[in-house]
């Protein structure tokens, strides 16, 4: 089940024309519950228009500043971003979930940290970089960021702050597609610009990890770049805004019945689903508090594990293959494909 917190809005922050940052107000009593590792998220709930609504953003402060701020920028035709970025105000209430998630920075004395952003992918680099500049004086973070133009450039004035104040310490780096500026380069985050910082400006750096976040196709451009460049696979973390479909999963969904028994809260609740349908949509149709947040799978609050029968992944940037031949689903991407199957949210 998922666990939601009702706290109330201390700031709203209008970072561009269309992305803000929200500042949480804490209770003193929950400050355990929403202690944070850099990189983590959490999931806002709101009622919008009668429908309750829930969504999953990065944590942009830094876990030694005891604040929760996430950045929300509006997307064509998304309700919750676009109600966040247009109503949400100080004084407001708001629901929220404990922070979770997979992108995680552990930072280490000595360290070299490159990280490449796109538009909001920036909210979860930002904490790692504030993470690294307060707590380990003696690592270096390299940020290379693109943006459209700088007026699109989500917390611009903070990171050129944070750039005076830790000369030595960060390394910043801008990318503008629709704007020449000065000392900055033009044009997108891709295979050549990845070249050109670790082959060519930094290539006496070693880097001891990465770190990417924005949409799939630059993710997986500059990962087997810097794979290329001698920096190890399991070195390079990364966190998508959105996930392509698997065609082939995808074509292994037929038409169909199946008998479903879900565990969730030491309970089992047992019914028919159609295999058309994933089996977290199923499961809340039929009034089972089932955690989710994105339900894009590139989340892992809905994370199950299938302990009889089998489904597919139609979308995965999360499971690693281990955990997926351990039986665990993302389960609003996962699609039954036998005729009975258990899934359990509890052992997870």
Same mark, same amino acid.
């Given at each position: 089940?998922?666990?939601?917190?009702?706290?109330?809005?201390?700031?709203?922050?209008?970072?561009?024309?269309?992305?803000?940052?929200?500042?949480?107000?804490?209770?003193?009593?929950?400050?355990?519950?929403?202690?944070?590792?850099?990189?983590?998220?959490?999931?806002?709930?709101?009622?919008?228009?009668?429908?309750?609504?829930?969504?999953?953003?990065?944590?942009?402060?830094?876990?030694?500043?005891?604040?929760?701020?996430?950045?929300?920028?509006?997307?064509?035709?998304?309700?919750?971003?676009?109600?966040?970025?247009?109503?949400?105000?100080?004084?407001?209430?708001?629901?929220?979930?404990?922070?979770?998630?997979?992108?995680?920075?552990?930072? @280490?004395?000595?360290? %070299?940290?490159?990280?490449?952003?796109?538009?909001?992918?920036?909210?979860?680099?930002?904490?790692?970089?504030?993470?690294?500049?307060?707590?380990?004086?003696?690592?270096?973070?390299?940020?290379?960021?693109?943006?459209?133009?700088?007026?699109?450039?989500?917390?611009?004035?903070?990171?050129?702050?944070?750039?005076?104040?830790?000369? %030595?310490?960060?390394?910043?780096?801008?990318?503008?597609?629709? @704007?020449?500026?000065?000392?900055?380069?033009?044009?997108?985050?891709?295979?050549?610009?990845?070249?050109?910082?670790?082959? %060519?400006?930094?290539?006496?750096?070693?880097?001891?990890?990465?770190?990417?976040?924005?949409?799939?196709?630059?993710?997986?451009?500059?990962?087997?770049?810097?794979?290329?460049?001698?920096?190890?696979?399991?070195?390079?973390?990364?966190?998508?805004?959105?996930?392509?479909?698997? @065609?082939?999963?995808?074509? @292994?969904?037929?038409?169909?019945?199946?008998?479903?028994?879900?565990?969730?809260?030491?309970?089992?609740?047992?019914?028919?689903?159609?295999?058309?349908?994933?089996?977290?949509?199923?499961?809340?149709?039929?009034?089972?508090?089932?955690?989710?947040?994105?339900?894009?799978?590139?989340?892992?609050?809905?994370?199950?594990?299938?302990?009889?029968?089998?489904?597919?992944?139609?979308?995965?940037?999360?499971?690693?293959?281990?955990?997926?031949?351990?039986?665990?689903?993302?389960?609003?991407?996962?699609?039954?494909?036998?005729?009975?199957?258990?899934?359990?949210?509890?052992?997870?």
């Amino acid at each position: 089940m998922s666990t939601f917190y009702k706290v109330t809005i201390q700031e709203v922050q209008q970072e561009t024309a269309n992305a803000v940052s929200v500042l949480l107000k804490i209770p003193q009593n929950l400050k355990p519950e929403f202690n944070f590792t850099s990189g983590q998220y959490i999931t806002l709930q709101k009622v919008i228009k009668g429908e309750e609504i829930r969504r999953a953003y990065s944590i942009c402060s830094s876990p030694k500043s005891d604040k929760i701020r996430v950045a929300i920028k509006a997307v064509e035709n998304g309700t919750f971003s676009i109600y966040a970025t247009s109503k949400l105000k100080a004084g407001d209430e708001i629901e929220i979930s404990k922070p979770e998630g997979r992108f995680l920075l552990k930072p @280490e004395a000595n360290k %070299n940290y490159i990280a490449f952003a796109a538009g909001s992918g920036i909210t979860p680099i930002l904490s790692m970089i504030k993470t690294v500049l307060e707590t380990e004086p003696t690592s270096k973070f390299t940020l290379v960021y693109g943006n459209k133009t700088i007026n699109d450039t989500i917390f611009y004035k903070d990171l050129n702050s944070l750039k005076a104040t830790y000369t %030595n310490q960060l390394n910043l780096h801008y990318i503008f597609s629709r @704007e020449e500026v000065k000392n900055c380069l033009r044009g997108r985050i891709d295979q050549n610009v990845t070249n050109y910082f670790v082959k %060519n400006m930094y290539k006496e750096t070693s880097f001891d990890a990465a770190f990417l976040c924005g949409p799939e196709e630059m993710i997986q451009e500059v990962s087997k770049t810097l794979e290329n460049n001698k920096i190890a696979k399991e070195n390079i973390h990364f966190e998508l805004f959105t996930v392509s479909i698997d @065609e082939k999963a995808a074509s @292994e969904i037929k038409e169909g019945t199946t008998e479903i028994t879900v565990l969730l809260d030491d309970e089992k609740t047992t019914f028919n689903m159609q295999q058309t349908d994933n089996l977290l949509s199923a499961s809340l149709r039929n009034d089972l508090d089932a955690p989710y947040s994105c339900q894009g799978g590139v989340c892992s609050s809905c994370l199950c594990k299938v302990t009889e029968g089998k489904a597919v992944m139609v979308k995965n940037s999360i499971l690693t293959d281990s955990e997926i031949e351990d039986g665990f689903v993302l389960a609003c991407q996962a699609y039954p494909t036998t005729s009975k199957i258990t899934i359990d949210f509890d052992d997870v």
